[in-house]
């Protein structure tokens, strides 16, 4: 039986909610992949470079 990544994903987000899992990724990892992405979208709207730490210091 193969298991259904998405349906996985899902199953252990409730259970973080719900206290009763612990997160696979820290808030902190999670924001360095959100400012690489965000700073990977702005260089190719700006089409120069934009680096993470950029992206950081306008979100902090």
């Known amino acids: 039986a193969s298991i259904d990544p998405l349906a996985e994903q899902l199953r252990h987000f409730l259970a973080v909610i719900e206290k009763r899992e612990a997160p696979l990724v820290s ?14 979208s702005e260089a190719a709207r700006r089409g120069s470079r934009f680096s993470p730490g950029e992206m950081m210091e306008q979100a902090a």
């Open 27 to 40: 808030v902190e990892d999670a924001m360095g992949t959100l400012a690489v992405v965000e700073a990977v």
